[in-house]
């Protein structure tokens, strides 16, 4: 079962990485492989690099937070994160402007829900629906498209 961090365990981390990625003495690469971060407050975190792997980030705010190079593989995704879905978008998109200008429109439209994104005509929309089905997990809360796409993977 995962562990749920305390706010001020979360801080630590944070703080320490925030030394390792200056490079400087004592500080050490965010491990928060499996933890619980389920309603933690990471807005404005600096996780660039950070070990994310199997770690429950469905409840958890994720506005301005930067995941650049996070390793988000089995994580729990909030699937309603539009900053979170914007920066994998972004992660694997990596110099293609049709699929970069997808994930801003993402990250900036905060009123839209999946409805309608699945009803958006974008030439990019197939990879990025295929690019999130490589995130769901078993028993998240990932729309039936994803879910379906993950399944057919």
Known sequence: MPERLT?????EVLAKH??????EEGGSRADLRRADLY??????ANLSGANLY???LSGAYLYRANLRGAD?????????????LSHILLQHAEDDIE??????LI???TDWCWEKFLSVD????????????????????????????????
Do not use: C
């Open 7 to 11: 706010p001020e365990q979360i801080a």
């Open 18 to 23: 925030l030394v390792w990625l200056r490079e």
């Open 39 to 44: 309603r933690a407050n990471l807005s404005g």
């Open 54 to 56: 199997g770690a429950d």
């Open 72 to 84: 988000l593989s089995g994580a729990k995704l909030n699937w309603f994160s539009h900053a979170l």
């Open 99 to 104: 699929k970069r200008s997808l994930a801003g």
């Open 107 to 109: 990250s900036v439209s």
């Open 122 to 153: 974008h030439s990019m929309r197939e990879w990025a629906l295929d690019t999130l089905a490589q995130y769901a997990v078993d028993g998240d809360d990932a729309p039936e498209e994803i879910k379906k796409r993950s399944k057919e993977a």
